[in-house]
């Protein structure tokens, strides 16, 4: 095949959802070239589930959305409980973003539409101390990611509980995740279990392997 042909055939497939490749050939360069080329020629396009990248360190924890809520504690007045349907009746933010990993930015990469609760309001009800520093974020599989609390203020800095107008896939975060754009794609933990604000300068898991914990994308 051509590399245009070739292009288009893959452009066909990875619409259709119907992408099933062998790993091999997915983590080859061939493939990683005409991955790169369709986004050169499609930077903006939303990316099919189907083909959205998964990067964690364990099995994919199924956790349900009932009975599901999120402990908001530590250096805090008010520490509570917040359930999803809580989550749900805020006030949320819908914003087109680009999730990516620091280990293959151009190849592991999707343009998402999230929706969710700007954690600056979540973290208004908690209430941090004025010597609060940090958001640590714990999920259910052991994984857990820390944020400045400066980060964690953005106005656009997200628990989401939609991708693309769904509810989040369970590989990507279901029932509630966080959205960090403009940071790495280890920032924006998955199942999120729980929001630890802390006065000492914790890290998480990549973090504390000497990922930049301020992790603006290059
Ligand atoms: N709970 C949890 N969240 C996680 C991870 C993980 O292993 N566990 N991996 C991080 C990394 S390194 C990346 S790049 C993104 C990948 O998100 P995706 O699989 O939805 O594309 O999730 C981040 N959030
Ligand atoms: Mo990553």
Redesign the pocket.
């Known amino acids: 095949m051509s590399l245009t042909s070739r292009r288009n055939f893959l452009k066909l497939l990875l619409s259709s959802g119907a992408l099933a490749i062998s790993g091999s050939y997915v983590s080859s360069p061939q493939f990683k070239r005409v991955i790169h080329s369709i986004y050169s020629s499609q930077p903006n396009a939303l990316t099919p589930e189907a083909s959205?990248?998964?990067?964690?360190?364990g099995p994919t924890p199924h956790v349900a959305t009932s009975n599901y809520s999120i402990e908001v504690f530590g250096d805090v007045k008010n520490p509570f409980s917040l359930s999803y349907s809580e989550l749900l009746s805020m006030k949320s933010v819908t914003l087109k973003d680009t999730?990516q990993?620091v280990s293959d930015p151009n190849f592991?990469r999707?343009n998402v539409v999230w929706t969710g609760v700007p954690l600056k309001d979540v973290l208004a009800l908690a209430e941090p101390s004025n010597e609060a520093i940090k958001v640590m974020f714990m999920?259910h599989?052991g994984?857990m990611t820390d944020i400045p609390m400066w980060k964690a203020l953005e106005p656009d800095t997200l628990l989401a509980y939609m991708a693309d107008g769904n509810p989040l896939p369970a590989?990507?975060?279901s029932p509630v995740r966080a959205v960090v754009p403009r940071w790495w794609?280890?920032k924006?933990?998955?199942?999120i279990k729980r929001i630890w604000i802390v006065k000492e300068d914790y890290v998480g898991y990549?973090e504390s392997m000497g990922y930049p914990d301020i992790a603006r994308k290059g």
């Open positions: 959205w990248y998964r990067v964690q360190i999730i990993c592991l999707a999920s599989d994984y590989d990507h975060g794609g280890y924006y933990a998955k199942w990549w």
